[in-house]
């Protein structure tokens, strides 16, 4: 498998990360080096390892997998995107603290949703017999650095907007989620 054609597949699977990356960089209204880090390093890590796993899982797994994963990416997404906008309509100052999602469950729930399709990608490695290190590195590494810039790009916005910013960063999340089904459900 050419360069190229790894770096392809490493930006579309990146491009969910990017997406999300910058709705939670707008819920903070930010870009502390500690929340760009967190969420870089888990959704980087996330996306090298789904592919791994996906290669080593094997047919029957990922086609149990392949079932309800877009279901999973959706209930995550609507999830934490709900509670974004339920922060951003709390009562308090404007400048109030926002829900931080490179924290905790949150953080990792957002991770498992970016990289459930790097696990089908896994798989479809496998059957290519194509060695998996080289392009889980690939795609983890092209995570990192498009979360990172997705977080920049949302905490600009988000100090410029406020809790606005917060509430529309929600509501990005939710509407990945219902790209995310319509695309696994309509295909």
């Known amino acids: 498998m050419s360069f190229v054609s790894i770096i392809l597949i490493a930006v579309g699977l990146g491009m969910d990360a990017l997406s999300v990356a910058a709705g939670a960089g707008a819920a903070l209204r930010g870009n502390a080096a500690g929340a760009i880090l967190r969420l870089s390093l888990s959704f980087g890590g996330f996306q090298f390892v789904m592919p791994v796993a996906g290669w ?20 995550i997404l ?7 906008i339920r922060g951003a309509f709390r009562k308090g100052p404007a400048g109030g603290k926002a829900v931080d999602p490179t924290r905790g469950f949150q953080l990792l729930l957002l991770s498992i949703a970016t990289s459930v399709d790097a696990l ?4 479809s490695l496998a059957f290519l017999n194509v060695s998996i290190l080289y392009p889980s590195v690939v ?24 809790k606005r910013m917060e ?14 089904l319509f695309e696994h459900l309509f295909q």
Request: aromatic content about 10%; hydrophobic content about 55%; overall charge positive.
């Open 56 to 75: 080593m899982a094997g047919r029957t797994v990922a086609d149990l997998i392949g079932r309800f994963d877009h279901w999973l990416a959706f209930l």
């Open 78 to 84: 609507a999830y934490i995107g709900g509670n974004m």
């Open 120 to 123: 089908a990608v896994g798989l």
């Open 139 to 162: 795609i983890g590494v092209t995570a990192f650095g498009m979360t990172a810039a997705g977080v920049v790009f949302g905490g600009r916005l988000g100090r410029r907007f406020g």
């Open 167 to 180: 509430a529309a960063g929600g509501v990005i999340l939710i509407g990945i989620g219902i790209k995310i």
